[in-house]
């Protein structure tokens, strides 16, 4: 082909892509949600769920950033600095602003109630323990009388030390009166990874991972730090059900934007998140997929929830004596 006839062809080629270019522009910017936990894991999960549904409710794109490090504070950091044009948004676990709050305060860069503002509690879930099937333990009992047989061998795995999971291990340990350190991992997914292969006897998480496992007998979840039984998996029974006195505390997602983000535009993404978590397919997707529970919250019963988890923690974790690196 000569190189005129070339070029006919690929302007040709051209004009007849415009159109679909064109319409492949969003008319409106990218929505930003920062996530601070890695990709594949279930805070990543859920926020995707989320946000894959956000855009027919906007109409305009959304896009996950993954701000992964220091147990979520990253992605806080990035939230504080970003312009609050409504163009920025971080979904998070209850995890990283309580417990980020009350363990690292002083090191901070931000504030939680100056610096961040409330937009709506998402999903609520259990936090569970589950044990190796090496250690041959399939309750609280069994594997209280575990580690004191092999106290060597006896820690808890935890996505991160100073958060949620890693306070509930802590209080778990104390009220049974076993010696029972956290071994630290960078997020969920290596964590049950050696769990699964036996390379620690215990982690304390999210459930959607090690109830899959649960199920397949290749862990064991000798129980959740709940109140009361999940509806998600009403026969693993609470810790409280099996004599061990502590705190009950679940997880809980929720979603925050910059302080000075326009009312108007924090009660538009309110109503697109309540439309999106009222839809069918995203809640059996979150339920039977990711073991948690919609429970959609507006920004003052959110805000509620936090100051009260905080004021139900720092005692604990005062008396714990642990101190924030």
């Known amino acids: 082909m000569t190189s005129p006839a070339r070029r006919r062809l690929l302007l040709a080629a051209a004009a007849g892509l415009a159109p679909a270019l064109l319409r492949a522009q969003p ?10 936990l890695p990709p594949g894991g279930g805070t990543d999960a859920i926020a995707r769920a989320i946000a894959d549904r956000l855009p027919e409710h906007l109409g305009q794109p ?12 990253l992605a806080c950091d990035a939230l504080m600095a970003a312009k609050p044009d409504g163009l920025t948004w971080m979904i998070a676990p209850n995890a990283t602003p309580t417990f980020q709050t009350l363990v690292f305060g002083p090191q901070l860069k931000w504030q939680l109630f100056r610096d961040f503002a409330p937009v709506a509690g998402l999903v609520s879930y259990p936090l569970g323990m589950a044990v190796s099937t090496a250690t041959g333990a399939s309750n609280v009992r069994e594997f209280v009388q575990w580690v004191r047989e092999h106290p060597q061998a006896a820690s808890f795995g935890v996505p ?25 991992y960078k997020g969920t997914p290596p964590l049950i990874t050696d769990l699964v292969g ?25 129980g959740i730090f709940s109140d009361k039984r999940s509806e998600l998996m009403p026969d693993i029974p609470t810790m409280a ?12 997602t929720a979603m925050w934007a910059p302080a000075k983000t326009p009312p108007a535009e924090i009660a538009r993404m309110q109503q697109a998140l309540r439309k999106v978590l009222e839809t069918p397919a995203v809640r059996e997707l979150l339920a039977t997929r990711l073991s948690v529970v919609p429970a959609f ?29």
């Open 198 to 222: 036996g390379h620690v006897p215990a982690a304390v998480t999210l459930m959607d991972e090690m109830l899959k496992h649960h199920r397949s007998g290749r862990v064991r979840v000798i």
């Open 27 to 36: 008319d409106k910017p990218v929505l930003r949600i920062l996530v601070g």
């Open 297 to 325: 919250l507006d920004a003052e019963q959110m805000a509620r929830r936090q100051r009260d988890e905080l004021a139900a923690w720092e005692p604990v974790i005062k008396s714990s004596g642990f101190k924030g690196e």
């Open 160 to 184: 991160g030390l100073g958060g949620q999971n890693h306070f509930l291990g802590a209080q778990f340990a104390k009220a049974t009166g076993i010696d029972l350190p956290a071994t630290p």
């Open 241 to 252: 059900e099996q004599g061990v006195k502590m705190l009950a505390s679940e997880g809980w």
């Open 62 to 73: 959304v896009m996950i950033d993954n701000r992964v490090g220091v147990g979520g504070r």
